[in-house]
T-cell receptor
Framework: KAGVTQTPRYLIKTRGQQVTLSCSPISGHRSVSWYQQTPGQGLQFLFEYFSETQRNKGNFPGRFSGRQFSNSRSEMNVSTLELGDSALYLC??????????????FGPGTRLLVL | DQQVKQNSPSLSVQEGRISILNCDYTNSMFDYFLWYKKYPAEGPTFLISISSIKDKNEDGRFTVFLNKSAKHLSLHIVPSQPGDSAVYFCAASALRSQGNLIFGKGTKLSVKP
């Protein structure tokens, strides 16, 4: 099976702009989670989508949003970019069988630089 | 407050010896624990996991031990190889917040030939 794919791999934006990142999960996986990795804060959970619905949300401002499509592909959007949004954004997918804890598999990430 | 802690930022071991990476957690609701390996500018690669109903899980050179009473888990790599050099992250989740992994800050492992 192909792994989790993320596009684009690298992105440079300026403050105030908005950005959309895309994630295609492993075939058959229904849950997609997004994480932000920065040197200071480490890996932090943004949100998780399952069946086109946001099921869990981390502690990030409303400028960070996401959505999931019927084919389980997901996008995340960051509006009004700030310098501190520069980070590696990671997407992970899992089968998400009800009531069972399952492993999340990560994509390669999108490196966002805000100037 | 950090719910998952990896207190050793770095660890250096000799090739062929055992590497032991440690992780502590505070949230008693966590019931699933994972270890990931990560290289710079890449996504984490899953290594091994353990459910809270077990105290040990083994996969090849990797063994994870869970001590629920101490809220502690460890990853053993035997024998260590230079290719194991990377940052290792411990992560935990609770079933009621499925999809949300809480990560430690990571331990950088260096395996010297």
């Amino acid at each position: 099976k192909a792994g989790v794919t993320q596009t684009p791999r690298y992105l440079i934006k300026t403050r105030g702009q908005q950005v959309t990142l895309s994630c295609s999960p492993i075939s058959g996986h229904r849950s997609v989670s997004w994480y932000q990795q920065t040197p200071g804060q480490g890996l932090q959970f943004l949100f998780e989508y399952f069946s086109e619905t946001q099921r869990n949300k981390g502690n990030f401002p409303g400028r960070f949003s996401g959505r999931q499509f019927s084919n389980s592909r997901s996008e995340m959007n960051v509006s009004t970019l700030e310098l501190g949004d520069s980070a590696l954004y990671l997407c992970a997918s899992s089968p998400s069988t009800s009531g069972v804890q399952e492993t999340q598999y990560f994509g390669p990430g999108t490196r966002l630089l805000v100037l | 407050d950090q719910q998952v802690k990896q207190n050793s930022p770095s660890l250096s071991v000799q090739e062929g010896r055992i590497s032991i990476l440690n992780c502590d957690y505070t949230n008693s609701m966590f019931d699933y624990f994972l270890w990931y390996k990560k290289y710079p500018a890449e996504g984490p690669t899953f290594l091994i996991s353990i459910s809270s109903i077990k105290d040990k899980n083994e996969d090849g050179r990797f063994t994870v031990f869970l001590n629920k009473s101490a809220k502690h888990l460890s990853l053993h790599i035997v024998p260590s190889q230079p290719g194991d050099s990377a940052v290792y992250f411990c992560a935990a989740s609770a079933l009621r917040s499925q999809g949300n992994l809480i990560f430690g800050k990571g331990t950088k492992l260096s395996v010297k030939p």
